[in-house]
């Protein structure tokens, strides 16, 4: 079936300097997207970026993400990390046979 | 208004006790699911639900059942709870194989 990993439990970075959540999978099928969900203290998640589209990089709120299918992977950067962005992230893939796949997330801590 | 309300908020219950977690959302969606969140293990599915009694096992559907009668509502049921079933459970909804949208969640301790 599918998976879909982030190798990073937690990732701490000082306010101001670039950040990168990395998230790769492995899926059997052709018809995919790929998703960032952003979930903050208490909140429910939500979706940040959405792709399934090859080397395209999508942009939403400073952040981007570029899939690409020849390493199975979709990282997550943003070039200037904000304190506000300290959160859980998820990597998730979804195609039209089985239920979206979430990584097992990074929560991002951004220190002054 | 894109929305999807669950309830209770926040729970406790003893174990052995029955539990009904109920979520509704108002986008006409035929594709729910309720998931559960626990530190470390991400994001995962108990069940799916493909439309009016149409649901399908997620990956740890052992100790819940679903129920769904109509489109905008989905309900997870804890039959004698246990403790390990102490978590916190998002119901989501969307539109096919899309963008999922997530309840606030609902906080739950078995004691």
């Known amino acids: 079936g599918d998976s879909v990993t982030q190798t990073e439990g937690l990732v701490t970075v000082t306010e101001g300097l670039p950040v990168k959540l990395n998230c790769t999978y492995q899926?059997?099928?052709?018809?995919?997207?790929f998703f960032w969900y952003v979930q903050y203290l208490n909140e429910a998640p939500q979706v940040l970026l959405k792709s399934s589209t090859d080397n395209k990089r999508t942009e939403h709120q400073g952040f981007h993400a570029t899939l690409h299918k020849s390493s199975s992977s979709f990282h997550l950067q943003k070039s200037s990390a904000q304190l506000s962005d300290s959160a859980l992230y998820y990597c998730a893939l979804s195609n039209n046979n089985n239920a979206p796949r979430f990584g097992a997330g990074t929560k991002l801590s951004v220190k002054p | 208004d894109m929305k999807v309300t669950q309830m209770p908020r926040y729970l406790i219950k003893r174990m052995g006790e029955n539990v009904l977690l109920e979520c509704g959302q108002d986008?006409?969606?035929?594709?729910m699911y309720w998931y559960r969140q626990d530190p470390g293990l991400g994001l995962q599915l108990i069940y799916i639900s493909y439309d009016v009694d149409s649901n399908s096992e997620g990956d740890i559907p052992k100790g819940y059942r679903v129920s769904r009668k109509k489109r905008e509502h989905f309900s997870l049921i804890l039959d004698s709870a246990k403790t390990n079933q102490t978590s916190v459970y998002f119901c989501?909804?969307?539109?096919?194989?899309?963008?999922?949208?997530f309840g606030a969640g609902t906080r739950l301790s078995v004691l």
């Open positions: 989501a909804s969307s539109h096919g194989r899309n963008t999922l949208y």
């Open positions: 899926t059997t099928y052709l018809t995919i997207a």
């Open positions: 986008m006409s969606h035929e594709t």
